[in-house]
Nanobody, 126 residues
Framework: QVQLVESGGGLVQAGGSLRLSCAAS????????IGWFRQAPGKEREFVTA????????YSADSVKGRFTISRDNAKNTVYLQMNSLKPEDTAVYYC???????????????????WGQGTQVTVSS
């Protein structure tokens, strides 16, 4: 059974930074693409960013480009989300998820992900 555990969320002022981590179980972590999504109260879950299996490619939503950076350390089975210049509208529960194999072409689509973490709350105050 695959488990994904997010950490690093918290309360930060606008303009501040946070780094989220997504630790995964399983010996085949390094063959899977990983994505981050977020969900604000009363809104649908939305794609944030994703990284391919070897870290060679990333894809991000326009709303976070230039501010958020995704990376991974396959030796540690961990994916990171560095969030800079945070805005109040970034407030949400952030989820990491593992995508099915050969999913890069539609990596922004929730339906290509088969395992999800429990989420970590990020709150940005104005």
């Amino acid at each position: 059974q695959v488990q994904l555990v997010e950490s690093g969320g918290g309360l930060v002022q606008a303009g501040g930074s946070l780094r989220l981590s997504c630790a995964a179980s399983g010996r085949t972590f390094n063959i899977y693409n990983i994505g981050w999504f977020r969900q604000a109260p009363g809104k649908e879950r939305e794609f944030v960013t994703a990284i391919n299996w070897n870290g060679g490619s990333t894809y991000s939503a326009d709303s976070v480009k230039g501010r958020f950076t995704i990376s991974r350390d396959n030796a540690k089975n961990t994916v990171y989300l560095q969030m800079n210049s945070l805005k109040p509208e970034d407030t949400a529960v952030y989820y990491c998820a593992r995508a099915r194999l050969s999913s890069w072409a539609t990596i922004w689509t929730p339906g290509v992900y088969d395992y999800w973490g429990q989420g970590t709350q990020v709150t940005v105050s104005s």
